[in-house]
């Protein structure tokens, strides 16, 4: 079936809520596919303190799920769906969604965001869901009073290692460097729990288990050069993202990550009409308050553009 429509929303996260929020109260009437994660890497993810507005924090899932209803309260038609592939080679702008739709529109906001990056070791493919898993938020549950490891020195691995320790035994940072890249606030928490052992200089070589799933971890010391065995039975990775640019990268300039390239302080992107917010755009910042700032941007930019 072909729709006609006027503004197009690809993604779902807090860029993608917040272009459907300003875009609808714009009587654009956008329609919003959410993609798998209905919105975005938030809902996976606990306590948000550094959002504006929660002075006592407020849970990802919460704030996606208000989010949600905001853009919805002002007429945005929020699709659970996916993109699968489009035609931006002329305007009107063509979108095909998984719920059959062919979407004509007159332009398009893309706010697809990042997914986890994994180490790239054929061991870790191999026990992915079986001791192998890129969420603590998600799986941590399964490993209590167990031993955890978590792969990464970003605030991304510290804020896993540090709710997995309120629920595993012991958790192992495995970092390969001898500092961390995380928030100095972020390390504070990491180095004031117990139970958490930082790993410090050392990389994955192997993840090893059997039938029912991860027993132990291989690591190479960078510094000695050595071989180190340690039991685990879960193993997290959270080595930082890559964009989700796949279904684009025909039409719209990317990166050599494959971030899309936007026109700097703008949401604009290689091609008039397409608008790039969030994550998908941002090689930098990475918030969630950068992202629904972006997302506004875009917002606003596409509303200019289609008066013109
Ligand atoms: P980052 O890119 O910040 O960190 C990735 C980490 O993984 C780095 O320590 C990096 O090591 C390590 N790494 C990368 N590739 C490999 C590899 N192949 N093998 C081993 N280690 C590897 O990603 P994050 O997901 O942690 O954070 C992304 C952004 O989101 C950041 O801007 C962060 O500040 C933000 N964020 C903020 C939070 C908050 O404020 N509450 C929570 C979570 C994320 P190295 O340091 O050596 O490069």
């Given at each position: ?37 209905r ?13 504006p ?13 208000d ?24 305007r009107p ?70 709710y997995l ?37 050392r ?9 029912d799933g ?20 879960g ?24 971030y ?49």
């Open positions: 079936m072909t729709e006609k429509i006027q503004c197009l929303i690809i993604g779902s996260g807090p860029a993608g809520y917040t272009a459907a929020i300003y875009t609808s109260r714009a009587n654009l009437h956008p329609v919003v596919y959410t993609g798998i994660q919105g975005g890497q938030l809902t996976i993810t606990t306590a948000i303190d550094n959002f507005g929660h002075p006592n924090g407020i849970q990802g899932p919460k704030l996606m799920e989010m949600e209803l905001q853009a919805a309260r002002f007429g945005a038609d929020i699709r659970q769906g996916i993109v699968e592939k489009v035609d931006f080679s002329s702008f063509k979108a095909w969604a998984d719920d059959g739709k062919e979407i004509i529109a007159d332009a398009v906001i893309i706010a697809t965001g990042a997914s986890a990056r994994y180490l790239g070791l054929e061991s870790e493919e191999r026990f992915k869901g079986m001791g192998v898993s890129a969420c603590a938020t998600c799986d941590g549950f399964f490993y209590r009073n167990q031993i955890v490891a978590v792969a990464g020195g970003g605030d991304t691995a510290c804020e896993e290692a540090v320790a309120g629920i595993a035994k012991k958790v192992y940072l495995i970092h390969r460097r001898d500092e961390l890249r995380a928030s100095k606030a972020m390390q504070e928490r990491v180095f004031k729990t117990p139970n958490i052992e930082i790993l410090w200089s990389t994955t070589d192997e993840i090893v288990g059997d039938d991860v027993t132990g971890i291989i690591l190479n010391n960078l510094k000695t050069n050595q071989k180190e065995k340690y039991d685990i039975s193993f997290f990775v959270a080595i930082g993202h890559h964009p989700n640019t796949e279904v684009f990268k025909d039409f719209i300039e990317c990166d050599k990550e494959g899309i390239i936007t026109k700097p302080g703008t949401t604009q992107t290689n091609i008039p009409g397409i608008f790039a917010a969030g994550d998908v755009q941002d090689t930098r910042f990475k918030q969630a308050i950068t992202a629904a700032g972006t997302g506004c941007m875009a917002a606003i930019e596409l509303e200019k553009f289609l008066k013109q």
